[in-house]
């Protein structure tokens, strides 16, 4: 079934196991938002069997559906770019051109690849993102967890970006190796507990399937790990790929960041930098490790 379709089907209680039900959600509330735009002013067209005639509706006219949803995950693009900002401005506020930094992250994130990518195919990744943002935001102003209650509404985002896409999850993981680094392993393990268990239960209610079919569940993702071997690459060709897109600006930012924070004197001795350097250096490692996954050339 399709993200739409989905988007109907949750309405009977009958969210597609190959969707995750936060996605079948949204979309539902957004086409059915649609369909009552779209009628409200015609004599007697908003009967009481609503979601039936919607539906119906889309597969007749399903253009207005696309575009109310695209439509919409532009805005949320456009408040992932706030967050971005926010976030970097947050991490930089030591520094005295910090709104400028905070400005230039968010104008990468706005022009990146992703983003157009996302929009045209109306993936899950731009509300992943934003969770992510969220969550990482969140993370920051807990300063490594000593507000506690910030550290769960950051565990809250992350398990909706989990929620969202199964990359969420590595999140979670890649921020407490980031506490076990900037705390020791004894007192990141008393603040990441929770974190985690929070995490943990959005996700499996965002995901809907784990709770509801869990067998089925793992069957999809064992599929899904299956079908991703590409038939295009070799190891090694990863690397290339990683280029394409925005990875020849991202890959040379990270590496002069993490020159920076080993030899400039005030980023050094900035602590979420250094974590921000961390998070990206995990990123790139497992994304060098895995890009023979999903990858094509162009041959």
Same mark, same amino acid.
């Given at each position: 079934q399709t993200m739409y379709e989905g988007g109907f089907h949750v309405w009977f209680g009958q969210a597609p196991p190959q969707r995750m039900y936060i996605e079948s959600w949204i979309s539902g509330i957004t086409s059915l938002t649609t369909?009552?735009?779209?009628?409200?002013?015609?004599?007697?067209?908003?009967?009481?069997?609503?979601?039936?005639?919607?539906?119906?509706?889309?597969?007749?006219?399903?253009?207005?559906?696309?575009?109310?949803?695209?439509?919409?995950?532009?805005?949320?693009?456009?408040?992932?770019?706030?967050?971005?900002f926010l976030l970097a401005r947050n991490i930089a506020r030591e520094h005295s051109r910090a709104d400028w930094i905070a400005a230039i992250a968010a104008s990468l994130y706005l022009l990146s690849f992703n983003t157009l990518w996302a929009y045209v195919v109306a993936r899950p990744d731009t509300l992943t993102v934003f969770f992510a943002v969220a969550g990482l935001y969140?993370?920051?102003?807990?300063?490594?967890?000593?507000?506690?209650?910030?550290?769960?509404?950051?565990? &809250?985002? *992350?398990?909706? @970006?989990?929620?969202? #896409? =199964?990359?969420?999850a590595l999140f979670v993981v890649f921020i407490c190796l980031d506490l076990w680094r900037a705390l020791g392993f004894r007192e990141a393990f008393r603040r990441v507990f929770w974190f985690g268990v929070v995490s943990v239960m959005v996700f499996a209610v965002a995901a809907?399937? &784990?709770? *509801?079919?869990? @067998?089925?569940?793992? #069957? =999809?993702?064992?599929?899904?790990?299956?079908?991703?071997?590409?038939?295009?690459?070799?190891?090694?060709?990863?690397?290339?790929?990683?280029?394409?897109g925005t990875g020849w600006l991202v890959i040379p930012l990270v590496v002069a960041s993490v020159w920076l924070v080993r030899r400039s004197?005030?980023?050094? @001795?900035?602590?979420?930098?250094?974590?921000?350097?961390?998070?990206?250096?995990?990123?790139?490692?497992?994304?060098?490790?895995?890009?023979?996954?999903r990858g094509r050339s162009e041959e």
């Open positions: 369909y009552m735009v779209r009628h409200a002013g015609e004599s007697g067209a908003l009967g009481l069997n609503l979601v039936a005639d919607a539906y119906r509706d889309f597969y007749v006219h399903p253009d207005p559906y696309v575009l109310s949803y695209r439509s919409l995950m532009l805005v949320v693009d456009l408040l992932t770019g706030l967050l971005v969140l993370y920051y102003r807990s300063d490594f967890g000593a507000d506690t209650k910030k550290l769960m509404f950051s565990g &809250v985002f *992350f398990g909706l @970006a989990t929620g969202m #896409k =199964l990359h969420g809907g399937s &784990v709770l *509801f079919d869990p @067998a089925l569940y793992v #069957k =999809l993702r064992l599929l899904n790990a299956r079908d991703d071997a590409s038939p295009w690459l070799q190891w090694g060709d990863q690397f290339i790929t990683m280029l394409r004197p005030t980023w050094k @001795a900035n602590p979420k930098l250094a974590s921000v350097v961390f998070l990206s250096v995990c990123w790139l490692l497992l994304f060098a490790s895995i890009r023979v996954l």
